[in-house]
């Protein structure tokens, strides 16, 4: 069964330090979502992407988050400097195209699991 | 922005019994979805419902999507130990908004 793939699993990072995270998503996948979820809270969308493109990213704390897709295919999400405040599991998502019968159906990763110390 | 609210927070059950939990919006959503998160992993997708009233099974599962397009209820039915977990309403408003709830987390007793 097709799986979205999130790297690392776990990340411990001393604050003002610089962390990356990868997302590769279903193949076929045009649509990208990163998602960053406090304990005991919801998902809460950071960017979306169709295909290489950013379709939303007005959660997305632009200061220090960076995100890109360059091919379209996988892509990776960066924090620099990174703050306590961070410390969270970003989950990447994949879906089909927009407009595609079933385009709202999101599929998860396992996450990664970020600790600022 | 928008928010979903979901009931209740946290429910302890006896395995075997049924279990309703539901996510309600003060705004018109066009597509409900009802995912699961074990600890530590992401959410696994349940049920997607797209048309209001609409009401699909997948297994012990249970989702409809409510007539007034406000709500959505997930019902589990003869409840087993791997049900345990944190189950999170989703949907998509017609501003094309897409949004999760806070979760119910399900606790089942032996």
């Known amino acids: 069964e097709a799986e979205v793939a999130q790297s690392p699993r776990y990340k411990i990072t001393e604050k003002s330090q610089a962390v990356a995270f990868w997302c590769d998503p279903i193949?076929?996948?045009?649509?990208l979502y990163w998602y960053r979820q406090i304990l005991g809270q919801g998902p809460e969308l950071l960017v979306q992407?169709?295909?290489?493109?950013?379709?939303?990213d007005s959660q997305l704390p632009k200061d220090r988050f960076s995100a890109e897709r360059l091919k379209g295919v996988d892509s990776t999400l960066k924090i620099q400097p990174a703050e306590l405040g961070d410390s969270a599991m970003y989950l990447c998502?994949?879906?089909?195209?927009?407009?595609?019968?079933?385009?709202?159906?999101?599929?998860f990763g396992p996450g990664t699991r970020l600790t600022v110390t | 922005g928008q928010q979903l609210n979901q009931s209740p927070q946290s429910m302890f059950i006896q395995e075997g019994e049924d279990v309703s939990m539901n996510c309600t919006s003060s705004s018109i959503f066009n597509t409900w979805l009802w995912y699961k998160q074990d600890p530590g992993e992401g959410p696994v997708l349940l049920i997607a419902?797209?048309?209001?009233?609409e009401l699909t099974s997948n297994g012990r599962l249970t989702a409809q999507f409510g007539i007034t397009r406000k709500d959505s209820f997930l019902n589990i039915s003869a409840s087993i130990p791997s049900d345990v977990g944190i189950y999170f309403c989703a949907g998509q408003d017609y501003g094309q908004n897409f949004v999760f709830g806070p979760g119910t987390r399900l606790s089942v007793l032996p």
């Open positions: 419902l797209y048309k209001a009233g």
């Open positions: 998502a994949s879906s089909l195209r927009s407009g595609t019968p079933g385009a709202y159906e999101q599929y």
């Open positions: 193949s076929g996948h045009a649509t």
């Open positions: 992407f169709q295909d290489e493109s950013v379709v939303d």
